[in-house]
C-alpha cells in the first residue's frame, strides 16, 4: 500500500466514522423528542442507528466491489470506499455491545431479530448494491 492510498484509506474511514456519528445523533434526538412528546407511553428501542449505518455500509461495498469486477475500476477503490468508508460508517463493535446488554436484560427475542436483521438485511443490501452497480 502507497502512502497516498493509505492517507486515503485513513481519510475515508474518519469521513465513514463521523456519518456513523451523525447518525446515532439523529437516533438520539428522535427518541428525546418521542419521549418528551409521549412520556414512558411510547419507546423505540435505540438500536435502529447500528441497522441504518452496518447495512448502507454493506450496500455501499457491494456497488463498490462490481464496479471493480464488472466495470475494472481500480482495486484501490475497495480500500479507500469498503475498509476506509464502508469500514468507518459500519460498527461490529456497537452491535456486539447492543446483543450483549439484550442478553444481559432477558430479551432473547430481541437479540435473535437484531442478530437475523443485520445479517439478512447486510447480505440483501450488500448484493442489490453489486446487483445495481453490475
Request: glycine content about 14%; proline content about 1%.
Amino acid at each position: 500500500m502507497t502512502p497516498t492510498l493509505a492517507l486515503a484509506v485513513a481519510l475515508a474511514a474518519g469521513i465513514g466514522a463521523v456519518l456513523r456519528a451523525v447518525v446515532e445523533l439523529a437516533q438520539t434526538r428522535v427518541l428525546d423528542r418521542l419521549h418528551a412528546r409521549h412520556g414512558g407511553r411510547w419507546f423505540v428501542h435505540p438500536g435502529w442507528a447500528t441497522l441504518l449505518v452496518n447495512v448502507s455500509g454493506s450496500a455501499l461495498l457491494g456497488v463498490v466491489a462490481a464496479l471493480v469486477a464488472v466495470h475494472g475500476w481500480n482495486e484501490a477503490w475497495l480500500a479507500v470506499a469498503g475498509a476506509g468508508l464502508a469500514g468507518g460508517l459500519t460498527t461490529f463493535s456497537t452491535l456486539a455491545v447492543e446483543l450483549a446488554d439484550d442478553a444481559r436484560g432477558g430479551a432473547r427475542g430481541r437479540l435473535l431479530a437484531r442478530l437475523v436483521a443485520h445479517v439478512a438485511l447486510g447480505l440483501a443490501a450488500a448484493g442489490a448494491g453489486y446487483a445495481l452497480a453490475g
